[in-house]
C-alpha cells in the first residue's frame, strides 16, 4: 500500500441510504459525542433497524439548511 493510500481520506459511499452515526458525523465535520447529543435531543433524525442506529442520509441535509436559516435569520435581526 502507498503512502497516498495510507493518507487519502476515507470516501462515504454516496449510494447509502443510511448512515452509521460515525458516518454521519464524518459529514458534517463534528463528533460522534456531538452527533449522539443531536439524535438524542431531536435536533437529527435518526431511525433504528433492529438495534441498530441510523441516520437517513438526507437528513444531513435538513439539519444544514435548519442551522442555515436560523444563521441567516439571527444576522437579520442583528
Request: aromatic share 2%; with cysteine; net charge positive.
Amino acid at each position: 500500500m502507498t503512502a497516498a493510500a495510507i493518507l487519502a481520506p476515507v470516501t462515504a459511499d454516496p449510494t447509502l441510504l443510511l448512515l452509521t452515526v460515525e458516518e454521519a458525523a464524518r459529514r458534517l465535520g463534528i463528533g460522534r459525542t456531538t452527533c449522539f447529543a443531536l439524535i438524542a435531543s431531536g435536533e437529527l433524525e435518526s431511525v433504528k433497524v433492529g438495534s441498530l442506529r441510523r441516520i437517513p442520509a438526507d437528513a444531513l441535509a435538513v439539519y444544514v439548511d435548519r442551522l442555515r436559516g436560523a444563521s441567516a435569520s439571527s444576522m437579520r435581526s442583528a
